[in-house]
């Protein structure tokens, strides 16, 4: 049994490709999926701008519908995958609201925010799930392990029922 | 436009989303409907540790 | 703070290069004074306008803002433009402010004051916790005058394991593990142990 390393506490940060770097890398690949090719579209026609910030916790933010941003903590720096998945899902929930599909107002009832919120959470995993997948069944991706990766984030049940869900038709 | 997964309403993961859900919704209370300047939360009282 | 000043806060935070955008109308603004600090004091910025709402917390001496960013550099920089105060009495919630902001690539540090009180104990098994129970070290701070340095000993959770840990922190606050050993395997926190509560000072 492996023991932890409290020292791994104390790092001053890991060295990291430059953001744009990322980016740009990030958007590549997912363009090499169809409905990431959307995303990638959609950047590009509403100017959106991407940045990468130091946060505690990897965590993407869309404080304005053309800027988003990807946060993660240096000492604990997310994988690739897991950064382009980030991605996808933050810039379709810029689609949602570059197409009026916006969160309640605060002072919304909160049945609204259920209804609303709910959905739009499950629209954007249902396209996390769907560019994972497509970039999953490239081999140029395999090491990628975007099915995998989306395991880690949270999705493992989402993403079984949308295997079934799609191989159901 | 929205898509949908059939059976995603009983996941622990819209259990999770619920309670952000409801989370955010209590930020209704800090902010006053006609109030566009931020509210704050006042702290003065909490004793130095 | 009242709301002016908190406006002042996100006038002075989006006048730098590196800010972070917040609503202006649906951010909550709150700070909190740490008592080993004598200038610097916590802001935590939340934002109420997206879903999930989104949380930033810096420590500032009114001009400006370091963003704690999960690593120990921002607590280290404040600890230089703001010398520490520590002594016997805050020694313990310093290390407790430092482990809620500084993370490893195995998640959060934890320091166990009391197992029962331990986050999460209810979620264990009845012999899980009699396990923690047993192996438990109670906290105990030593001052070391030759080198003017806490030494603290403690059980730290980490990882999903538990620890027995001799934490050195010097008077400029740089903390270092003097030793660490394993006490305890296969203890999962469900969930951040520190939550969203203001617990830092």
């Given at each position: ?169 | ?49 | ?38 200038n610097y004091r916590l802001c935590r910025l939340t934002n109420y306008a997206t879903m999930p709402t989104f949380t ?95 030494l603290v000993e403690a059980t730290l959770h980490y990882g999903g394991t538990l620890m027995d840990a001799s934490i ?34």
């Amino acid at each position: 049994m492996a023991s932890k390393d409290l020292n791994d506490v104390l790092l001053p940060g890991r060295p990291l490709p430059a953001d744009s770097l990322m980016i740009a890398k990030a958007l590549e690949i997912l363009s090499a999926s169809p409905h990431g090719q959307q995303l990638v579209n959609f950047v590009e026609k509403k100017n959106i701008v991407i940045k990468i910030v130091r946060t505690p916790k990897a965590v993407s933010y869309l404080p304005e519908k053309k800027l988003v941003y990807i946060g993660f903590n240096r000492n604990n720096a997310i994988s690739p995958s897991c950064f382009i998945l980030m991605l996808a899902g933050i810039l379709r929930e810029a689609q949602q609201e570059a197409a009026g599909i916006e969160h309640p107002d605060l002072h919304a009832p909160l049945e609204k925010h259920k209804e609303i919120s709910m959905a739009k959470h499950e629209d954007k995993v249902w396209y996390i799930c769907t560019v994972a997948t497509e970039l999953n069944d490239q081999r140029a991706f395999t090491e990628y392990k975007f099915l995998d990766e989306l395991r880690k984030m949270g999705h493992n049940e989402a993403l079984d029922l949308y295997l079934l869900q799609e191989r159901n038709g | 436009m929205l898509q949908k997964i059939k059976g995603f309403g009983d996941t622990k993961e819209a259990q999770k989303v619920e309670a952000q859900i409801i989370e955010r919704h209590s930020g209704a209370e800090l902010f006053a409907p006609a109030v566009t300047a931020p509210a704050v939360k006042h702290t003065l009282n909490v004793p130095r540790l | 703070m009242n709301r002016e000043q908190a406006g002042r806060v996100l006038g002075q935070l989006s006048a730098r290069d590196d800010a972070i955008v917040f609503s202006r109308d649906a951010t909550e603004v709150s700070w909190r004074g740490l008592a080993f600090f004598s200038n610097y004091r916590l802001c935590r910025l939340t934002n109420y306008a997206t879903m999930p709402t989104f949380t930033m917390t810096y420590l500032t001496d009114g001009t400006e803002y370091i963003a704690l960013d999960g690593t120990a550099n921002p607590i280290y920089t404040a600890d230089e433009k703001d010398p520490l105060m520590l002594t016997e009495e805050n020694i313990l919630p310093y290390i407790e402010f430092f482990f809620s902001h500084v993370q490893g690539s195995e998640g959060e540090v934890f320091l166990v004051r009391d197992p029962h009180k331990m986050p999460f104990i209810n979620n264990f098994t009845d012999a899980q916790k009699q396990s923690i129970v047993q192996n438990f070290k109670p906290v105990n701070v030593q001052f070391d005058a030759a080198h003017n340095a806490y030494l603290v000993e403690a059980t730290l959770h980490y990882g999903g394991t538990l620890m027995d840990a001799s934490i050195a922190v010097m008077p400029d606050g740089k903390i270092s593990f003097e030793r660490q050993h394993l006490l305890l395997s296969g203890i999962h926190f469900p969930d951040s142990p520190y939550g969203r509560n203001w617990i830092e000072g």
